[in-house]
């Protein structure tokens, strides 16, 4: 099951058709767009891919507990059910750097503001009342969607294990991977069945790419565990720095001062899918997405996954 994470910057609509009708096209099961209060209104250009595919999956990834109030998820979830049954799920993260910066929310409570979404959505879903007291409900019909949970942090990760039907592993240190699946596994404990792993491995398919990779390294190297963004050389007040460019500039503008050597933690040297097959297998990964740059690169990229996820399947 390849799926395809948009990273096109500030993208119109034009652009989110384009690039989800490609990945349809490429074979990819979903694709997600990001929820950017200083972007494009992600849930309107849902609304056009999914009117634009058949079969692809659409949702936000991500977005998060803080920006929307939980009621208007739920009603815009529903809404875009409406236009693509059975073909939406609901992508969730502790929210970017912008949110505390720009929007003045402490991310803190990250993983209890998530679990109260997702809760809510699923009550919602089974019947419940938006709210309990005064039993006021949802006046649209939805549907359960699939839950992918993005995390860094510990607590998120093991909330990811606890409650999501998919986690998605994307910008974490290579050397970091197996530590983080096994929070995932632990928060698992007690389920009937643990998510879906799914890896979005950070590999240069060209020299071309490099200024793209560096900017998911931003969000990475700020939101990776203290010790490796210290390993990096990037200490408490470069990583200051680096955020306050971020709000203000932009990641292009912020990757110019994260250290180079960050790229060789996030981005894999080795492409060959065999290897990268070997490595999501011991991982207990089962499926694949990868970053969807531009509608131009995207074609390649999901051969090289579709590839992986086949050796995947034979090893197991």
Same mark, same amino acid.
């Given at each position: 099951?390849?799926?395809?994470?948009?990273?096109?910057?500030?993208?119109?609509?034009?652009?989110?058709?384009?690039?989800?009708?490609?990945?349809?096209?490429?074979?990819?099961?979903?694709?997600?767009?990001?929820?950017?209060?200083?972007?494009?209104?992600?849930?309107?250009?849902?609304?056009?891919?999914?009117?634009?595919?058949?079969?692809?999956?659409?949702?936000?990834?991500?977005?998060?507990?803080?920006?929307?109030?939980?009621?208007?998820?739920?009603?815009?979830? @529903? $809404?875009?059910?409406?236009? *693509? !049954?059975?073909?939406?799920?609901?992508?969730?993260? /502790?929210? %970017?750097?912008?949110?505390?910066?720009?929007?003045?929310?402490?991310?803190?409570?990250?993983?209890?503001?998530?679990?109260?979404?997702?809760?809510?959505?699923?009550?919602?879903?089974?019947?419940?009342?938006?709210?309990?007291?005064?039993?006021?409900?949802?006046?649209?019909?939805?549907?359960?969607?699939?839950?992918?949970?993005?995390?860094?942090?510990?607590?998120?990760?093991?909330?990811?294990?606890?409650?999501?039907?998919?986690?998605?592993?994307?910008?974490?240190?290579?050397?970091?991977?197996?530590?983080?699946?096994?929070?995932?596994?632990?928060? @698992? $404990?007690?389920?009937?069945? *643990? !998510?879906?792993?799914?890896?979005?491995?950070?590999? /240069?398919? %060209?020299?071309?790419?490099?200024?793209?990779?560096?900017?998911?390294?931003?969000?990475?190297?700020?939101?990776?565990?203290?010790?490796?963004?210290?390993?990096?050389?990037?200490?408490?007040?470069?990583?200051?720095?680096?955020?306050?460019?971020?709000?203000?500039?932009?990641?292009?503008?912020?990757?110019?001062?994260?250290?180079?050597?960050?790229?060789?933690?996030?981005?894999?040297?080795?492409?060959?899918?065999?290897?990268?097959?070997?490595?999501?297998?011991?991982?207990?990964?089962?499926?694949?997405?990868?970053?969807?740059?531009?509608?131009?690169?995207?074609?390649?990229?999901?051969?090289?996954?579709?590839?992986?996820?086949?050796?995947?399947?034979?090893? %197991?």
């Amino acid at each position: 099951m390849v799926g395809v994470v948009g990273h096109m910057a500030n993208p119109t609509t034009r652009d989110v058709v384009s690039l989800a009708s490609v990945a349809e096209i490429g074979g990819a099961t979903w694709a997600g767009f990001a929820d950017a209060f200083w972007w494009r209104d992600v849930w309107i250009q849902l609304l056009a891919a999914a009117k634009a595919t058949s079969s692809l999956e659409v949702g936000p990834a991500m977005t998060n507990a803080y920006l929307r109030h939980p009621f208007h998820t739920v009603s815009v979830l @529903a $809404t875009l059910q409406e236009h *693509a !049954p059975g073909r939406t799920f609901l992508g969730v993260s /502790a929210g %970017g750097s912008e949110v505390s910066a720009v929007a003045g929310m402490s991310r803190r409570d990250a993983p209890d503001r998530t679990r109260e979404l997702i809760e809510l959505v699923r009550a919602v879903a089974d019947g419940r009342p938006l709210e309990e007291s005064s039993g006021r409900t949802l006046e649209v019909p939805l549907q359960r969607p699939p839950v992918l949970i993005a995390a860094r942090g510990d607590k998120m990760m093991s909330l990811a294990g606890r409650l999501a039907d998919r986690v998605l592993l994307f910008g974490i240190p290579t050397g970091d991977l197996g530590r983080s699946v096994e929070i995932i596994q632990s928060g @698992a $404990t007690g389920r009937a069945s *643990a !998510p879906e792993l799914i890896w979005a491995p950070l590999v /240069a398919h %060209g020299e071309t790419l490099i200024p793209s990779l560096l900017n998911v390294a931003v969000y990475a190297s700020l939101n990776s565990r203290r010790e490796y963004r210290i390993g990096w050389g990037l200490d408490d007040d470069l990583a200051a720095r680096i955020k306050n460019e971020l709000v203000r500039a932009g990641p292009a503008a912020a990757a110019r001062s994260v250290p180079a050597v960050v790229l060789d933690d996030l981005v894999l040297a080795e492409r060959n899918p065999s290897r990268i097959a070997e490595i999501a297998s011991g991982l207990g990964v089962v499926s694949l997405a990868v970053p969807g740059f531009s509608p131009e690169s995207l074609p390649a990229h999901l051969e090289w996954a579709h590839q992986v996820e086949d050796l995947i399947d034979h090893a %197991g």
